[in-house]
């Protein structure tokens, strides 16, 4: 299908585990987002990349990994989670464009609710 | 630090009448702006973009931005039911990257 879909939907795991939260986009956008999304915080930014094998941290980045060696991919691990990333996180995905024109919106995904016990 | 801020609400309106959301942002230098729609356990979906000062309407929304005044605002005509959600108001600050600041949104609720 085409879009932006999220995987697992649904994860629950345990403090110290490493998780991976998967991203795939079929637009061939450039740029990709992980957000989270917590109560009384609104959306977070976490990581973004602007390219394949270009990453960079976003305002809560501690305690989370990105790679991202295609342009269609880009995965979210936590090491070793923690209860404080219980949370919901929300991939995006814009085309290349910085302003203007429509080119700078970003898209979701449907999200992921994770929640670490 | 830049922000953007909203009423957390919520805000209760009749159906049929006007709804209206209000988002101020602390950046002169913003180049575009984004009103989001999100239903509860749902992911955040466009609404509007708007980018030059003044009124963009598409159907029963309209986008207003006042820069000078550092507000942007989403008008919601005839309000339906359906229009129960969460709006995020959301800011882009410019830069090579283009990320977008995200208030922490205003809950709408349309009673029938």
């Known amino acids: 299908d085409a879009g932006i879909t999220q995987s697992p939907r649904y994860k629950i795991t345990e403090t110290g585990r490493q998780v991976t939260l998967m991203c795939h986009q079929t637009?061939?956008?450039?740029?990709m987002f992980w957000y989270r999304q917590d109560l009384g915080h609104g959306l977070r930014l976490i990581y973004y990349?602007?390219?394949?094998?270009?990453?960079d941290k976003g305002e809560v980045p501690d305690g989370y990994v990105v790679s991202r060696s295609k342009t269609e991919n880009f995965p979210l691990t936590l090491e070793s989670a923690t209860r404080s990333q219980t949370s919901v996180y929300f991939c995006?995905?814009?085309?290349?464009?910085?302003?203007?024109?429509?080119?700078?919106?970003?898209?979701f995904g449907p999200g992921t609710r994770l929640t670490v016990l | 630090q830049k922000e953007v801020e909203q009423n957390s609400g919520p805000l209760s309106v009749p159906e049929g009448a006007i709804a209206s959301l209000n988002c101020t942002y602390s950046d002169r230098g913003s180049q575009s702006f984004f009103w989001y729609r999100q239903y509860s356990g749902k992911s955040p979906e466009l609404i509007m973009s708007?980018?030059?000062?003044g009124d963009k309407e598409d159907g029963r929304f309209t986008a207003q931005l006042n820069k000078a005044s550092q507000y942007v605002s989403l008008l919601i005509r005839d309000s339906q039911p359906s229009d129960s959600a969460t709006y995020l108001c959301a800011v882009n600050y410019g830069g090579s990257q283009g990320n977008l600041i995200f208030g922490k949104g205003t809950k709408l609720s349309v009673k029938p």
């Open positions: 995006a995905s814009k085309g290349s464009g910085t302003s203007g024109g429509g080119t700078d919106t970003q898209y």
């Open positions: 990349s602007a390219a394949a094998d270009i990453t």
């Open positions: 708007i980018y030059s000062n």
């Open positions: 637009w061939s956008h450039s740029y």
